[in-house]
């Protein structure tokens, strides 16, 4: 319908803007309901999740029951503390005799590309236990670890 019809009809207009009421309330009331969805799909994903009592509503739960205070009994348990156990390898017995065997660098290798001497800091000890008839023993192999001790760097 354009102007010059709702000029010439003013009771079409008049149904018209009835129409155009109706559809604006029916849209508002959806607006709304839409609204109230929203709020209460926020409310269940970010609102509070605990199941606590309301103040209001303590009354409600006072009656005649016993505390939980009233139903634990008063006499203490013990429980022994768990110990884990040690991951890896047990440790050879250190009565079975050793033999080393030292896999150390070359002297050419234990000078620093700053030019000074590698230190000795630690090692890497492996042990396998060796087993020839009649003879056991185990085999030590020892790894040096240098390093640096001007620039720190190995």
Known sequence: ??????????????ELIQQLTGT?????????????ELRLALHRKFGRSSEKIDPSQKDMFEEDTP????????EQISVPPHRRTKAGRKPLDPSIPREDII????EEEK????GHMLVKVD?????RL??????IYVERHIRPKYACKNCEGS
């Open 1 to 14: 319908m354009d102007l010059a019809e709702i000029q010439e009809s003013p009771k079409k207009a008049l």
């Open 24 to 36: 604006v309330e029916k849209r508002d009331a959806q607006i709304e309901q839409l609204k109230d």
């Open 67 to 74: 505390s939980v205070e009233e139903l634990v009994p008063k």
């Open 103 to 106: 896999h150390d660098i070359p």
């Open 111 to 114: 000078l620093c590309r700053c």
């Open 123 to 127: 090692e890497v000890i492996s042990e």
């Open 130 to 135: 060796k087993h020839i008839p009649e003879q």
